[in-house]
């Protein structure tokens, strides 16, 4: 795209918590596997924006995340990247339970079909050509095209909360293979009245507990609603705000 991202480098970056791990220059040197560098290259990024160069090392390292930072700053791809390096890195075989029952390794919940469809092909590019298998659920459309995708199953799950427990109660979807949760544009979900919903699928019973997956909270403001979540959702985990310093 024709974005400068030059005007990112300006930008104050606070990183709160234990221990956070060093913030890569360059996705050369991020110690992404060569396959997960080629398709970024290919999709014409050139270097990381800021929220990028602080989020892939965090995610990498295994922490769990609250990443606070602008729209457009780049922040599916701080996400995306890092948990599809740990899917190849340490790839586990896929799972489909009883009656085609799929348990997704990865679950991104986001507001809106537009949004879910945009991380969805996203997803797409970066793991094109492994054997990563992605899918989508959003509402305002027929089950059945969704519903054979996932009970193919699927390492990568996109959804809206909504959907998602359509899937979930049907017994279509469960929660025991995940390896991550990753909450996107948190403060429009909240806005949105989806919070019931984020809960259900973190205290279902089939979910993996908060010590045994990760946990990565991403929205573009961080009022205290959204602060109060992340304390309940993630443990030990680090806090990243990108913000523009005044002036
Ligand atoms: P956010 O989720 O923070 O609103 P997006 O992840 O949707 O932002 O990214 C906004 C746009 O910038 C998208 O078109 C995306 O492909 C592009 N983009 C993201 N990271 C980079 C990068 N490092 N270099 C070039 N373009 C990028
Ligand atoms: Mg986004």
Do not use: W
């Not at 974005?3 to 221990?19: H, L, M, P, R, S």
């Not at 659920?137 to 998602?164: E, F």
């Not at 984020?198 to 991403?218: A, I, N, Y």
């Not at 403001?221 to 993630?234: M, S």
């Amino acid at each position: 795209s024709g974005i400068n991202f030059d005007k990112f480098d300006c930008i104050a970056v606070k990183v709160t918590g234990e221990n956070p791990p060093r913030a890569i220059d360059s996705f050369e040197s991020a110690n992404l596997r060569k396959f997960v560098v080629d398709n970024i290259l290919r999709s014409g990024y050139k270097k990381p924006t800021p929220i990028q160069k602080h989020a892939i090392p965090i995610i990498m390292s295994g922490r769990d995340l609250m990443a606070c930072a602008q729209t457009g700053s780049g922040k599916t791809a701080a996400f995306l990247l890092p948990m599809i390096n740990v899917l190849l890195q340490d790839s586990r075989d896929l799972v489909i339970g009883e009656n085609g029952c799929a348990q997704p390794q990865v679950i991104i919940v986001s507001p809106t079909r537009e949004l879910t469809l945009q991380i969805f092909n996203e997803a797409r590019k970066f793991a094109h050509g492994s054997i990563l298998k992605i899918a989508v659920a959003y509402g305002g459309t027929a089950v059945r095209h969704q519903g054979d995708q996932i009970s193919r199953g699927c390492h990568i799950l996109v959804a809206t909360p909504g959907r998602l427990h359509d899937f979930v109660d049907r017994n279509r979807i469960s929660f025991e293979s995940v390896r991550f949760v990753v909450l996107d544009e948190a403060d429009r979900m909240l806005d949105m009245g989806f919070m019931p919903s984020v809960e259900k699928m973190m205290q279902h019973p089939t979910m993996v507990p908060s010590g045994d997956r990760q946990t990565l909270m991403f929205s573009a403001t961080f009022p205290e609603d959204i602060q109060h979540l992340a304390g309940r959702f993630l443990s030990n985990y680090l806090f990243v705000a990108v913000g523009i310093v005044g002036g």
